[in-house]
Each structure stands twice: as structure tokens, then as C-alpha cells.
């Protein structure tokens, strides 16, 4: 969980915020790899279009300008509903 010479910790509570590995070690670089559905430098965020503890589920319509139709916006990340904001 440690990186470079001065031994600095890496990003997110835990490794990664328990969510992808740390490039750690004396020659690391502190930058995570998230694992699937994270995102983020410390992957404390959801991928676009996920939600719900794990990033597991996925909000209506899917990711990007697909999301809730194209009508609005998801409610995304960890502690997101998966709840479409329509547009006006």
C-alpha cells in the first residue's frame, strides 16, 4: 500500500478504496488499476451508467447518452439510486 522512495500510502481508504490494486513498491508510481465498474483515481467512483453498492447495477437505458433514454440523467456511483432526472 506504500509507493516510491518516500514510502508515501496510496489513494482511497484501504488500497484503492478496496477496489482495484496500487502500482505500489519502491519503484511504484501510486496510480491504481480499478477493478470492473470503478473508476477514479483512489476507484471510489462507479464506471458511467453504474450504481449501487459494488457499481454492480446499471441505470436505466445504460451508460453515456444512453442513459435513462436519453432523457435526462442517472442518479450514479456507489450510494446512487439508479433514479432517471428527466430533462425539461
Not at 454492480?56 to 450514479?76: F, K, L, V, W, Y
Request: proline fraction near 3%; hydrophobic fraction near 15%.
Amino acid at each position: 500500500g506504500f509507493f516510491g522512495s518516500a514510502c508515501a500510502r496510496c489513494p482511497g481508504s484501504g488500497i484503492c478504496s478496496g477496489n482495484g490494486s496500487c502500482d505500489d513498491g519502491r519503484t511504484g508510481t501510486g496510480v491504481c488499476s480499478c477493478g470492473e465498474n470503478f473508476a477514479g483515481a483512489a476507484c471510489d467512483r462507479c464506471t458511467s451508467g453504474r450504481f449501487g453498492a459494488g457499481c454492480q447495477r446499471t441505470c436505466p437505458g445504460g451508460a453515456g447518452a444512453n442513459a435513462c433514454s436519453g432523457q435526462g440523467r442517472c442518479d450514479e456511483g456507489p450510494s446512487g439510486s439508479g433514479r432517471c432526472t428527466c430533462q425539461d
